[in-house]
């Protein structure tokens, strides 16, 4: 049986599964990351995470996994296998995919990034199944995003394709994390919707599931922070809209929970923005907390079948004639506002603040 391993690392939790060749999850878990013991703890939990369920897969399953998939949050080198950095987890410059593949008896293994993981899970086998072209929104700490083309994910030149959070909607706005102001995700992320409730509301525990049921309730004040988060996320749309040309948009994340009380309003408000572009159609994603685990078992069949990152790049070096694999390189930013909110800083709920989890 041709079996692969998939795993997500989370900031607090990881979900791992055996896949068949179908599909079908042999065996599925859960664990803590153990972050509170520092970033070397949370390296060894994940190879003692994948080693167990490798053994699982001997005793149980006619024999060890064929390749293994995890996905990671952070910035990562999916050329080198190389978990760049991570505020949540604390890591640096930890090269996973050999550790990994060492721990599971030289099995090839492919790395990938959290959300794009969990767009290509989306892509192929939930929301956008049959879609050639999407755009996958995750709505959580911080909005990240993942671009469809064909069955795969767009990564970009440098690693950096589908920052959806960090294009400018309101020049001058918000100060972000990353350096810049009016970023998207400073106005329409779960976060600023709980900020912007906590304040409106005078209630400092307020969040943005708070306000979306204030909003079903009928709350004025409540409405008008949502069609100011709606507002800023439509405009962010248009743009990508322009620019890419999707023919379906995917939205996750936590605050995708408020289902039609998020997606009326901003299919509205896209439509009417647009002019000349055809209108995406705007769908709630549909795999939950499993996408990303989903998509590192789908990269796993992909490297077993063709050997290829998601990213559509061969596994084994840089594209023939291309430049030298190397990782997304270092970004100079300027010195963020102290009132912005800090990317570094752990998440209260273990989620890493410019890669929300990817949940429905």
């Known amino acids: 049986m041709t079996h ?27 664990r803590p990351t153990g972050r509170e013991h520092g970033p070397d703890a949370v390296v060894a939990a994940v190879l003692d995470f994948a080693a167990d369920l490798a053994e699982e897969a001997r005793t149980r399953h006619g024999g060890p996994p064929a390749a293994a998939g995890v996905a990671v949050p952070g ?29 599971l008896g030289g099995v090839p293994v492919a790395l990938g990034h959290d959300v794009r993981s969990g767009g290509l899970a989306e892509g192929r086998i ?10 996958f929104v995750a709505l959580g700490t911080g ?34 994390g990353c350096g810049a102001r009016g970023c998207l995700e400073t106005l329409a992320s779960a976060s600023a919707i ?29 409405a008008e922070v949502w069609r100011t988060a709606v507002d800023a996320l439509a405009d962010g749309l248009v743009l990508c809209q322009s620019l890419l040309d999707p023919s379906t948009v995917i939205v996750g994340g936590g605050l995708a929970g408020a289902g039609e009380t998020l997606l009326g309003p901003l299919r509205a408000a896209v439509a009417e923005r647009l002019t000349f572009q055809v209108p995406p159609v705007i769908v709630a994603a549909a795999l939950g907390d499993g996408a990303a685990c989903l998509g590192a078992g789908l990269l796993a069949r ?8 998601d990213s559509g790049l061969p596994a084994d070096g840089p594209a023939a004639g291309g430049p030298p694999a190397q990782g997304p390189p270092p970004r100079d930013l300027p010195a ?17 603040p410019l890669t929300p989890e990817v949940t429905a």
């Open 4 to 30: 692969v391993l998939a795993l997500d690392v989370g900031g607090t939790g990881m979900k791992a599964a055996l896949v068949a060749a179908d599909g079908t999850p042999l065996h599925q878990a859960r």
């Open 75 to 103: 910035t990562l080198d999916e050329r080198s296998g190389t978990a760049v950095f991570s505020a949540n987890l604390g890591w640096r410059d930890v090269p996973l995919r050999r550790l990994l593949s060492e721990r």
């Open 126 to 135: 939930g929301a956008g199944r049959g879609v050639d072209r999407f755009l």
């Open 143 to 176: 909005i990240a995003g993942a671009i469809g083309i064909g069955g795969r994910i767009e990564a970009g030149a440098h690693g950096y394709g589908g920052e959806v959070g960090h294009v400018v909607v309101r020049p001058g706005g918000p100060p972000c």
């Open 194 to 222: 709980g900020r912007a409730w906590a304040a409106a509301s005078g209630d400092p525990a307020a969040d943005a599931a708070a306000c979306a049921r204030a909003v079903e309730a009928g709350d004025p004040a409540a």
């Open 302 to 309: 992909d490297l077993l079948d063709h050997g290829l990152l």
């Open 336 to 352: 963020p506002d102290p009132s912005a909110p800090d990317p570094s800083a752990p998440d209260p709920h273990g989620r890493d």
